[in-house]
Every structure is written in C-alpha cells, then in structure tokens.
C-alpha cells in the first residue's frame, strides 16, 4: 500500500466499530452498547447457533414493509422503465439501527424505519422524501454537505432527479435545485459516491441510459440525406445513429458532479482536457460519450490512494474504466489490460475473490445456464463499426466476465473456469461473504418482465410486418415473461465458485433488480435487501454463525463516513481486505459497513 494511500485511510479511522460474536440461539436486533476505547470503540453482539449458513427470506408485510415497486401496464411500452428500482440502506435518525429507503417507479418512494426485532415503521410522509410522480429508479445514502447525517441522493428516469439534505432526525429538506444537481428529461439509473478530487468531501457519479427506449418500443424517427448521407433529425437526433446502414440506440451523457465541501456540486465537463483516452499517448477525449449507462462502482482498483471510476453500459456503447491519475484527470484504462468485456453489462463488483491482496471484479451479463433457454434465447449484436486498420480490439462477448487481477492491474476472464459465465437476465450482483469462511461468495438478483430474447415471440412479431408506431410499442406484450431464480454462488478458493441458490434459501422467482447489503438485526453480518417489480421486497435475514468483525468508519472531515477506505483484517482464515462505499450498486447503495470472518 502506498504512503498516500495509508495516509488517506488514517483520517478515515478515527472511529472503528468492531463487532465481535456471542452465541445466542436468537438475535433480537437492538442498539448495541458501546465501550470507548481511545481512538475506536467496540460493541459485542449476539450472533445465532444452530443454523446453517444461508437466508431466511422474512415476510415483509410481516416486518412492517407495505411497499412494493409498482409499474403499470400501460407503461410498459417504455423498455427503459423495466430495468427496475432499487433500494438504499443507512441508519438516518442515528438511533443505532439501519433504515430502508426503496424506490418506485409508479407512486411514491418509501422510507421504512428499523424499529428493532425486524419491524419496521412506515416514516416516509414526516421525513419528506415520498418523491411523489418522480419514476424513481436509483438511491444511495452519503454524507454529502459534512455535517454527519446521511443525506440521500435519488435518480428518475425523466427526472428529475432528487437531493435530500437530512437535519440529523431522519427529517430531509429537497436541495436539488439549490445544490446544482437538478436534471430533468435525463433517464438516470445508478449513483456512486466518493471523493474523487481527493479534497476531503463526497462526489456524485450518476449514470444515465435515456429517458425512454426508441428503436426497441417502436419509436418513429426521422432520416435525412445530408451530402449523401444518411442522418437521423429530430428529437432522437443524438440518440439514434446509423452505422453500416442500420440504426444504432445509444444513450445520454454521465453526470460527475463535484462537491465544494458543502453540498453545492458543479457538473463536470467532459471535454475540458482532464479526460484521456486509453490509446498511446494520452490525448482528451473531444466529445462526450452518449451511453447506455446502467451502474457504476467507484473503487480504488490499483492501490494508489485515488478512486477510480468503472461504468456498466449496455448493448453497443463499451463499459467505461476510468483510471484516476490526480490533479483532476482521468484516463481510460488501457487496450491491453482488458481484453474483451460484456455486451449487456448490467451490474459490477470488486472483491479480492482469491486473497492474494489485488481487487478482481465481476460485470454481469444475460446468458442463461439452462439448456432450454439457450436454445430459445437469442443474443441480438449490433457492435459498433471498427476501422480496419485497427489493430487493438477489445470484442464483446455474450455472458458474464470475471475479470481477475494478474498483480500488474491488467486481467484475466476466468468467468467460465470459475462457474460464473451465465447467471440468467442479471441486474444486480453482489459480493459478499454469506457463510464467513473469509472467501466472498456472489450474490445474483435475475429476472425480466418479458423475455425479449425468445426466439418463437421474435419470429411471431416479425410475421406482423411494419406497424404504426402507437401498436409497434405494444409488440412488448407479446413476448413472455422471464421467470428465473435468483442466484448466489459460493467461493470455494482456487478460484471456482459453486451455485448454492436453494441450499442458502437465495432463489426467489420475483423479479429482482437493486440489491442492498446491511446489518438490520446488529448481529455482525450482513442482511440483504432486494427491491423487486410489482412485487413486495424480499429481506434476507443472514443465518451465519460463525465469529465476524464489522467495520463502520468516522471520518475526520467531510467524508464522515470514510467512504473510500481501504479496511484490511489480519488474524481471520485469511487477510482480508475490503472497501467502504456508498452507493455502487445497481440502482442501489448499502448500509456504510464492512462485515469480515474472525473464526
């Protein structure tokens, strides 16, 4: 670990929670006691015997949750809307117990308070963030003016999005316009928190698909001949291109916005000569990229003290890995380092899944492992032109990849020797030590309203022949729905990981997108949240019982909750290393704690 990077995480430890076991057959969830011990303190907690690793998916009508993310069917038509909602996890009112913020799509958001014992309070009217009308898609929890509270960041797909700044009480004030964030007619997704500039407070990354599909919910656009060639005019004229004669969707520019220390943000200029391309000698890159973004993980992948920025993005428009190099500039990473990468990468996550001290990560993709839906899918390609001279590719695959650190930041897909190559329609994915045995298992959340990819639906439509746009949107319907389960997978070492969905109780056919990770009982592990499509939310209660150590940061300035921090835990089954942050996951943010094995 460099000087800058120990340097940066000094600050960000002044407070260290460690959670240490005491065997109990049940755990009720309650604030912990805490003892002062200088510099840190500590709380013991309760942790179950006589289980076995894995979930008890709990009721949540039971839990007090009356939510469920609803999507009419009329709005359907619009394919952007069914990449789902998502959830974030943080404790709002500071009273020691992790709240629950899910979004939705069709009425008002929910904010659901941790009452203790898996019960939960319904306070979204008195804290004021319903976001009433708002086709919310994505949220995260952060400090974002320093003052110690989590505030709260939601993106919409339409817009606009939403900044709520907390009083410390679980009460939030909307600053969205006030604070520089507001973007309206954007379709946001995912956002990502952390300080990018290295000044001490937290930045926003929010990635953006497009407010509605064109081409693939029958939309009319307009061409004309310009000198001979074909351009597209008219409201989709930045959203629709032609390449080797066929029409291209692409989506809408990332937003980064930078924090002044306060909670006002100016958004970055992509053009301003601090953004590089990845071929030769660094040269900025001339205009922004118009992407279908749909997550983005900010992680300090090379140990260098500096976040770096990796952005998923569908279809044909490349994923984004962006390599902080200081002072403001990014670069991204290069040809060589990366060899090919998912075509429909939906969700990414790092983790040190072989513990030899490098971050690895996973992108997720769409590939079913079934015989029959192979037969029956097919994967639609509409890669972009290449020069021909070109001689550097990094070619799209169809399936998940696994991209392994070889120790000199380029890597390695071993997605197929290490059993993770196809995991159905995947949304969010998820590392997480499910059973403490030191080694970070996977979770996978799948499903899709309609299965656009079934052969029989594609040839039936097609025999319908060109039709007005108004019934061409409707083809939607005539597909059906992707009914799969949920997926985890357990790092058995070596690299290989084994599918343990119906032995760990994680196999719920709803359909899943935002996945939340967060200790709602206070017994050292982490519990898992997943936000699901006109269905209530599923809420994991996690079953392990071995001994764990939590971590949760107090950082001394801006950046209260250390988000960034490198935490590393000796004196377990392995060294383990972990990296707090906010934010990052598909559509959704965890609770600001780390959970490690002890044993």
Not at 30 to 52: F, S, T
Not at 209 to 237: C, H
Not at 521 to 545: F, H, I, K, S, W
Not at 548 to 568: F, P, Y
Request: aromatic residues 8%.
């Amino acid at each position: 670990m460099s000087e800058r990077s120990a340097s940066s995480i000094a600050f960000a430890l002044v407070l260290t929670v460690c959670l240490f076991g005491l065997a109990k057959p049940t755990v009720s969830a309650a604030p912990l006691q805490w003892h002062d011990l200088g510099n840190y303190r500590e709380a013991k907690v309760n942790r179950p015997v006589g289980q076995a690793p894995g979930f008890l998916l709990l009721s949540a009508k039971a839990a007090g949750v009356g939510f469920t993310n609803r999507l009419a069917r009329a709005r359907m038509v619009n394919a952007n809307l069914l990449n789902g909602a998502g959830v974030a996890a943080g404790d709002v009112d500071g009273d020691g117990l992790c709240d629950l913020y899910f979004c939705s799509l069709d009425g008002d958001n929910g904010l659901f308070k941790n009452l203790g014992d898996w019960k939960f309070k319904n306070i979204t009217a008195e804290a004021g963030v319903g976001a009433p009308g708002m086709s919310s898609t994505g949220a995260a929890f952060g400090d974002l003016d320093g003052d110690g509270d989590l505030d709260l960041f939601v993106t919409s797909c339409g817009g606009p999005n939403a900044l709520f700044i907390n009083d410390g009480s679980g009460r939030f004030t909307n600053r969205t316009k006030a604070s520089g964030v507001e973007a309206t007619k954007f379709g946001s997704t995912s956002v990502a928190m952390s300080d990018v500039d290295g000044d001490g407070d937290l930045d926003i990354y929010v990635a953006n698909y497009g407010e509605t599909s064109v081409l693939r919910s029958g939309g009319s656009v307009s061409v004309r001949t310009i000198n001979g060639k074909q351009v597209v005019t008219g409201q989709y004229a930045n959203r629709i291109r032609i390449m080797g004669g066929e029409m291209v969707e692409v989506g809408e520019p990332d937003f980064l916005y930078i924090n002044d220390g306060g909670g006002i943000f100016t958004k970055v200029n992509w053009t301003d000569g601090n953004w590089l391309d990845e071929n030769g000698e660094p040269k900025p890159i001339k205009k922004e990229f118009w992407d279908l973004g749909l997550s983005v993980m900010i992680r300090d992948v090379n140990q260098d003290g500096r976040p770096d920025i990796y952005v998923c993005n569908d279809f044909q428009t490349p994923d984004r890995f962006w390599i902080n190099l200081g002072d403001g500039k990014f670069r991204l990473i290069g040809e060589m380092a990366l060899r090919h990468r998912s075509y429909f990468a939906m969700a990414v996550d790092f983790a040190d899944i072989n513990r030899d001290g490098h971050d690895d990560f996973f992108v997720a993709d769409m590939m079913s492992p079934t015989h029959l839906l192979e037969m029956t899918q097919i994967m639609i390609t509409n890669p972009l032109a290449k020069p021909i001279d070109e001689l550097i590719d990094r070619p799209i695959i169809h399936r998940n990849t696994l991209l392994v650190n070889r120790g000199d930041n380029s890597y390695m897909d071993t997605a197929n020797f290490s059993g993770v190559a196809a995991t159905e329609w995947t949304w969010g994915a998820t590392f997480l030590d499910v059973d403490l045995d030191g080694l970070e298992d996977l979770l996978i959340a799948n499903g899709h309203a309609f299965d656009t990819q079934d052969l029989d639906a594609i040839e039936r439509t097609a025999r319908l022949g060109k039709l007005p746009a108004a019934q061409a949107r409707k083809k939607v319907f005539l597909y059906p729905p992707l009914t799969v389960p949920n997926m985890v997978f357990r790092n058995d070492g070596g690299l290989r990981f084994t599918e343990a969905g119906s032995q760990w109780g994680f196999e719920s056919k709803n359909i899943s997108h935002g996945i939340s990770l967060c200790d709602l009982d206070n017994d050292g592990d982490q519990d898992v949240v997943v936000n699901c499509l006109n269905e209530p939310p599923l809420l994991y209660r996690n079953n392990a019982t071995a001994p764990r150590v939590s971590v949760a940061l107090r950082g001394a300035r801006g950046n209260t909750r250390g988000i960034g921090a490198r935490i590393i835990v000796r004196g377990g089954p392995y060294v383990q290393s972990q990296e707090m942050i906010a934010g990052g996951r598909y559509l959704a943010g965890d609770e600001p704690l780390r959970s490690f094995a002890a044993g």
